[in-house]
């Protein structure tokens, strides 16, 4: 069985950093692409940022470049999300998912975990 279990949210003020962790069982991460999303209340889910499985290619919402920072550790399971830089509008629940395809789309997915709650504020 897939599983993805997001950790590493949490508060923090603005202009400050957090890192996510997205980790899998059931499976190999390296075979799929991962995409890291978000949804704040009253708002749609949002693609965030995601890394391809091949080749490490990696792609950002224009709203994060600059910020953060995806990376995957093979040898851990696990896809990162460094967020630094952190603004107000950046609080949401952060979710990791996998798939075959690649991009920003929600479709590309087919597996997802529970969330994680980011908070930014003062």
């Known amino acids: 069985q897939l599983q993805l279990v997001e950790s590493g949210g949490g508060l923090v003020q603005p202009g400050g950093s957090l890192r996510l962790s997205c980790a899998a069982s059931g499976f190999t991460l390296d075979y799929y692409a991962i995409g890291w999303f978000r949804q704040a209340p009253g708002k749609e889910r949002e693609g965030v940022s995601c890394?391809?499985?091949?080749?490490?290619?990696?792609y950002y919402a224009d709203s994060v470049k600059g910020r953060f920072t995806i990376s995957r550790d093979n040898a851990k399971n696990t896809v990162y999300l460094q967020m630094n830089s952190l603004k107000p509008e950046d609080t949401a629940v952060y979710y990791c998912?996998?798939?075959?395809?690649?991009?920003?789309?929600?479709?590309?997915?087919?597996?997802w975990g529970q969330g994680t709650q980011v908070t930014v504020s003062s």
């Open positions: 890394i391809s499985s091949s080749d490490g290619r990696t």
């Open positions: 998912a996998a798939g075959k395809g690649y991009g920003l789309a929600s479709e590309e997915y087919d597996s």
